[in-house]
């Protein structure tokens, strides 16, 4: 992206085409699936070809930049494209690491081709924010690892082909919990796996949630991530980006509501008057704007440093923060402006407030960014 805001030009067409995808495909279709908790598996054929390699690239070719899949991510979120979906795409980026070439190039394979939908569990019912403190374990048994535990508060565990999941394979270290911690490729149809949905959860869009629990599940040694004992390094390398991509889904959600906000604030009138003419409500409408376009900005500086090889931590962070509440907040302003008509089961603005609220806790709390962010500021030593 450049300085001033516009796109490059292998980032415009890469946006003018999904875009144009969106329209046609998912536009008509999100209200039904989002009504029927659908996943339209169908749609990750659709963008294998456009969308898909870009998130493996480096693998074996050199793809379109982290801008791009930005932008990916952002017009994603102004769709409501399937979580699941969008999930995979960066869950699909720990794919080259895959110890074992077999395995990686057939889950590889699958993925470029469409047919794979992906789940990263990490949280369990004793661990969220403190991801080291996990229980999941395995033991190594003939080439095999033994996984016995629970993984809790996941994405799309059920209509998951493989599940990423973080297990202990070596002993708990008590000064250095994060040792031993590895990363595991499961596949879903593995006995012992018993993938579950959580019925009453509040989900987002078209996507189910739940947990997954392990008895004796025999999973091949050569499915490890990276490096055995070194997945937690591997993990926060990963969701450091990630946290921007998910910033900027739930951006580009909240950047839509507005949008129509605006346009029903034009033709509402009360007083005699279009309610876009009282201050309450245009200024409302600017101030997320502004706070929109701030962060949108900081994402996209995120990215251009992790494209640099730079250190971006607390910037990821901060997107991760600050970009979810404005986006909620958003969210909220411009269902407000709908009065009662947006506080109804049927409408866009009531999906968007819900699903924006829960990106403030999904892939990290504001808690957690702003300790990653004083770390930067302060230095390990002297920060939370
Ligand atoms: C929509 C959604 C999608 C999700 N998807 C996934 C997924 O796909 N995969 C997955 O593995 N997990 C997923 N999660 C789970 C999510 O990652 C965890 O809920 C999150 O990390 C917080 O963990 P917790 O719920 O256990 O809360 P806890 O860690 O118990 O925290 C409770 C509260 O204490 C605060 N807190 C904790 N520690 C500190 C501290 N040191 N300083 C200050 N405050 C602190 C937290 O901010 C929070 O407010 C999802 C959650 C949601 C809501």
């Not at 590889?108 to 047919?115: A, I």
């Not at 019912?125 to 395995?138: F, K, L, N």
Request: proline content about 4%; charged content about 25%.
């Amino acid at each position: 992206m450049n300085m001033d805001g516009t796109l490059t030009e292998e980032e415009q067409l890469i946006s003018d085409s999904f875009r144009a995808y969106c329209e046609k495909a998912v536009r008509p279709a999100q209200e039904e699936w989002n009504r029927e908790r659908k996943f339209p598996r169908e749609i990750m054929k659709d963008i294998s070809e456009l969308v898909l390699p870009a998130t493996v690239a480096g693998h074996d070719s050199r793809g379109p930049s982290e801008s791009s899949i930005g932008l990916i991510s952002e017009l994603m979120g102004r769709y409501e494209f399937p979580v699941p979906g969008f999930l995979t795409m960066h869950f699909a980026k720990m794919l080259p690491l895959v110890a074992d070439e077999e395995v990686r190039e057939k889950y590889l394979g699958r993925y470029l081709k469409g047919d794979l939908v992906i789940c990263g569990a990490f949280t369990e019912p004793g661990a969220g924010s403190d991801s080291a403190a996990i229980s999941t374990s395995a033991v190594g048994r003939n080439g095999r690892f033994i996984v016995n535990g629970e993984k809790a508060f996941v994405s799309s565990p059920v209509m998951a082909d493989a599940h990423i999941i973080s297990l202990r394979t070596g002993e708990m270290d008590m000064e250095r919990p994060h040792r031993g911690v590895s990363l595991l490729l499961v596949d879903v149809r593995t006995d012992g796996v018993e993938p579950y949905g959580m019925e009453h959860m509040a989900t987002v869009f078209n996507g189910d949630f739940g947990g997954i629990r392990f008895n004796d599940a025999e999973v091949p040694c050569g499915n490890i991530i990276g490096s055995q004992g070194k997945g937690f390094v591997t993990l926060m390398e990963v969701l450091n980006t990630q946290r921007v991509h998910v910033a900027l889904y739930s951006i580009g959600i909240a950047e839509q509501a507005i949008e129509e906000a605006i346009e029903y604030a034009r033709i509402r009138k009360t007083f005699g008057q279009p309610i876009s003419r009282h201050e309450a409500i245009s200024f409302r409408l600017a101030e997320s704007w502004t706070k929109l376009q701030a962060s949108r900005l900081l994402a996209f500086r995120a990215l251009a440093l992790q494209e640099n090889g730079k250190e971006n931590s607390a910037e990821c962070a901060a997107v991760k923060w600050y970009g979810c509440e404005a986006a909620f907040e958003a969210a909220g302003n411009a269902l407000q402006t709908l009065g009662a008509s947006g506080y109804v089961t049927s409408s866009a603005m009531e999906r968007r407030f819900r699903a924006t609220r829960g990106f403030l806790i999904g892939d990290g709390t504001p808690d957690i960014q702003k300790m990653i962010i004083s770390r930067r500021l302060f230095g390990r030593e002297f920060s939370p």
